[in-house]
């Protein structure tokens, strides 16, 4: 079982290296590792911690870091027991032309899994985004339906069996678009086919896979503010709409987008999304939790860590306090790959400091966060 110091040394290519800064204690304080502490592989890994409590834990997958690096290889196969990708089941990656796919990417991380013991989250059937560039001139009104029908029969069944679950629907609520139910008119699926297009979507996957559950995946739900309360709102009325129809629907998926500065709190936020899911018997995932620490005024990298770590402590406390939430998932595993670096669009405070919003930093050694959220299952009820 390799030890925190271990991890570092071979990961990072050196003989020595200094004990990570700001590991910290229930309360926030820096503590001294323990020897469990120090234990980041096997019986010390996030998945061994998860496991205990009933809980699956993963990330998303960059499909280019997973053919062509040997340590995120590794680093997925020692700390998670599911996964999902990052793009490589999007329209855009699946569908080259409207009239053939590309599988490539997708079996190579579905293989994987399976070698692996893991299980696969599929994301997405239907958004807003992602699509490819032939989907404006050739999909409209009169061909949409067969569009949508057709790649989740494709898709769907490609993987039926193999799948933990499968983001059906992805953000389709929006409510500066201004309709009563908040839903989202801006989306080329609404505006060809109407609000119905969520449960065709639904009723298709659940054709396609029986087994996998279907789940409905938004973001910007989470913070005790006016605004994330209204889509938090909608996003309950839909569901609860869904199950008044049978729609098949199973779990909510909760992005979990966190940042690490914020006058606003989410532990009623949180209560009232998963108490809500509970009250129609669905589960909950945590699909795509980061921290975006560009609000975080210091460039004390230590520092730094130390207040990302602490949001997901509070985070994760808040979402694990019942036994609703079956799974949580970080979106990628490393600040290597963030979607945080791409660009400076989420660095507009700090455009030349690259983030750290995740458990293990670039050279895949463990963040304080890390030993955050390892922390928190070990505090969750069993499931």
Known sequence: MLTRREWMRQAAGVT????MPGLLGSKGHAKTPSSDDQAISGAGSLKAHAAARGLLTGCAVNANLLREDEGFRKLLAEQYNIVVPENCMKWNILRPTADTYNFTDADSLVAFAET????????NFVWHEALPGWFATAV???????FLVDHIRTVGGRYT????????????????DGRPDGMRTSSPWFQMLGPGYIDLAFRTARAADP?????????????DNDEEGKKR?????????????????????IQSHIHSVSKDGFSRGVSELIEGAKALGLQVFVTELDVNDDAIDTDDMAERDK??????RNYLTA????????????????????????????RKQHPDRTQRPLPFDPEYAPAPAFFAMRECFDNAKKR
């Open 319 to 346: 979402a694990l306090n019942g036994t609703e939430v079956k799974a949580v998932l970080t979106w990628g595993a490393s600040d290597k790959n963030t979607w945080l670096n791409h660009g400076t669009k989420f």
């Open 140 to 146: 409209n009104k009169g061909n949409a339906q067969k």
């Open 116 to 123: 692996h013991g893991m299980k696969v989250r599929g994301h």
């Open 307 to 312: 207040i990302v770590a602490e949001v997901y």
């Open 161 to 176: 069996g193999k799948m933990h679950s499968w983001d059906v629907v992805n953000e389709a609520i929006w409510i500066p």
């Open 233 to 253: 709102t909608a996003v309950l009325a839909l569901l609860r709409r869904m199950k008044a129809d049978k729609v098949p629907l199973d779990a909510l998926g």
């Open 211 to 223: 087994t996998a559950l279907l789940t409905y995946n938004d973001y910007s739900i989470e913070y």
């Open 16 to 19: 020595a290296v200094a004990a």
